[in-house]
Structures are given as C-alpha cells and as structure tokens.
C-alpha cells in the first residue's frame, strides 16, 4: 500500500497548490469529445497520468498501442498559454492554450 496517496472527496475546499487533478469541469469537457470521438470511431480508450506538476488524459486509437495524444493540465506552467497542452507521444506539444474549451474545440484533429 503507498503511503503517499491521499483520497479527495471534494477538491473544492482544496487551496489551487494542493490541486492535482482536472476539475469537474474540466474533465467534463474532456470527456464530452472523448464520447464525440468514440462514436465517430477516431479513439477508442483512455488512461489518465498524474504527477505533481502535471494531468494527462492520455487517448487511445487501439487499447494495445501507445497513446495518440495527451490533453494535459499543467499545474505550474511558466506562462499562462502553456496552463493546457496537447502533445504527442513522445511530450512534443503540439497545440497549446490558457482555455481548455477553447484548446479542444480549435483542435482538427484529424490533422493533427
């Protein structure tokens, strides 16, 4: 059992240092064109990764591959247009933005 794994009931009352997850709506977004791009056929599974400085929602084209994409949520980013990333397999950003909604729906992705 780790020791440093900490259950979260309600993030809202968290202070913004403590947070390390997408929030509801956030993730509600994510998960929105995730069914959009399940239905359509372009991916079929998802993992999530998390880490201290980052939240990955890592998509899947096929289940037994590695990740197409990655829509992330930097916790500290540097500036603010790099708070929210999509970035390839091997972490290469390829778009990037400070508004997720924004992020996502500007995002072709067939040509990405």
Not at 85 to 111: A, C, F, M
Request: hydrophobic share 35%; charged share 30%.
């Amino acid at each position: 059992m780790n020791k440093h794994l900490k259950l979260v009931v309600n993030n809202s009352q968290l202070k913004d240092k403590e947070k390390y997850f997408f929030e509801k709506e956030e993730l509600k977004v994510i998960l929105d064109l995730y069914a959009k791009m399940v239905s359509n056929g372009s991916w079929k599974d998802y993992g999530l990764k998390i880490s201290s400085k980052q939240v990955a929602f890592s998509v899947f084209k096929n289940s037994s591959e590695n990740a197409v994409y990655n829509i992330c949520k930097n916790f500290k980013p540097v500036n603010k247009n790099l708070k929210y990333l999509i970035t390839d397999t091997k972490g290469k950003v390829l778009k990037n933005s400070y508004i997720l909604e924004s992020l996502l729906k500007n995002t072709n992705w067939k040509k990405l």
